[in-house]
């Protein structure tokens, strides 16, 4: 079991690395160079949203760090990245007009988009909330241990679709 987590938890990893790597500096490695010898830490990052979102989250962290390079003095950062009330948060360390319709498009977007899988979703759940299409709802409200696992696999499979220059598991 753990097996799949640890698989999913990588490629998560794997896409806040990429996005710092190509961002250095909405994602402050610029500023904040990673001591050698210390392995990228993409807590450091806080981008915490499932596979589905995360082309929206890559295209407005694209457009931001356009911004910081061809506006003097302008050095915007990422805080956080995350899932809240079953909408996409994008944190900065500080804003502009420009930055907050950037943040305003990607959450709109993220709004309609199925968290785990990429496709059309909408706004569902009760005490707890989610952006999910029907089918990953109906699996998310089905949870148990016993299907957990083909769950994360798809969501595996959708990141390394979405994301995944080179494939190295098996
Ligand atoms: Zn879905």
């Known amino acids: 079991m753990s097996?799949?987590?640890?698989?999913?938890?990588?490629?998560?990893?794997?896409?806040?690395?990429?996005?710092?790597?190509?961002?250095?500096?909405?994602?402050?490695?610029?500023?904040?160079?990673?001591?050698?010898?210390?392995?990228?830490?993409?807590?450091?990052?806080?981008?915490?949203?499932?596979?589905?979102?995360?082309?929206?989250?890559e295209e407005a962290s694209a457009a931001i760090e356009k911004l910081n390079q061809e506006t003097p003095n302008m050095e915007i950062q990422a805080t956080q990245i995350k899932e809240k009330f079953g909408g996409l948060r994008i944190y900065t360390n500080y804003t502009t007009d420009e930055v907050e319709a950037i943040i305003e498009e990607a959450e709109?977007?993220?709004?309609?988009?199925?968290?785990?899988?990429?496709?059309?979703?909408?706004?569902?759940?009760?005490?707890?909330?989610?952006?999910?299409?029907?089918?990953?709802?109906?699996?998310r409200q089905t949870r148990t241990f016993d299907n957990i696992e083909e769950e994360i696999t798809e969501i595996v499979q959708t990141a390394k679709e979405m994301f995944d220059p080179k494939d190295e598991d098996e």
């Open 3 to 57: 097996n799949f987590y640890d698989k999913y938890f990588e490629k998560q990893k794997l896409f806040a690395q990429s996005l710092a790597e190509k961002y250095p500096i909405f994602f402050g490695i610029a500023r904040m160079p990673i001591e050698k010898g210390i392995p990228f830490n993409p807590i450091q990052l806080s981008i915490d949203v499932d596979a589905g979102w995360w082309k929206i989250v």
């Open 108 to 139: 709109k977007k993220a709004a309609v988009t199925c968290e785990t899988c990429g496709g059309p979703g909408s706004l569902k759940g009760g005490s707890w909330l989610y952006t999910l299409c029907d089918e990953c709802f109906a699996k």
